[in-house]
């Protein structure tokens, strides 16, 4: 069975930093791009950080640029997101991603595998 799982989240404040984590297992992970997503309430799940296989190839959402960073370990078959400076716009449910397309995948439609999602809340 295919899982991913996510884990690191929390409450913290504005400014403060936090690390995500997501667990693959159930198949080989490393070559799939990996990525990261979040979604507030009422609002659409959008892309985060995206990392290709090797990991020499990374996106990140305007937003996130400069602040987080996606790396992967395809040894562990673990994916993280290193979250600084945080603000409280960043307050969201963060999910984990595997898509195994080719290259460096942005939609959401694109990947065929997800987390149960790790809720991160930034007070101001």
């Known amino acids: 069975q295919v899982q991913l799982v996510e884990s690191g989240g929390g409450l913290v404040q504005a400014g403060d930093s936090l690390r995500l984590s997501c667990a693959a297992s159930g198949r080989t992970f490393s070559t799939d791009t990996m990525g990261w997503f979040r979604q507030a309430p009422g609002r659409e799940r959008d892309i985060v950080a995206a990392?290709?296989?090797?990991?020499?190839?990374?996106y990140y959402a305007t937003s996130v640029k400069d602040r987080f960073t996606i790396s992967r370990d395809n040894a562990k078959n673990t994916v993280y997101l290193q979250m600084a400076s945080l603000k409280p716009e960043d307050t969201a449910v963060y999910y984990c991603?595997?898509?195994?397309?080719?290259?460096?995948?942005?939609?959401?439609?694109?990947?065929?595998?997800w987390g149960q999602g790790t809720q991160v809340t930034v007070s101001s």
């Open positions: 990392i290709n296989w090797s990991g020499g190839n990374t």
């Open positions: 991603a595997a898509s195994n397309f080719y290259g460096l995948q942005l939609r959401k439609e694109e990947y065929h595998y």
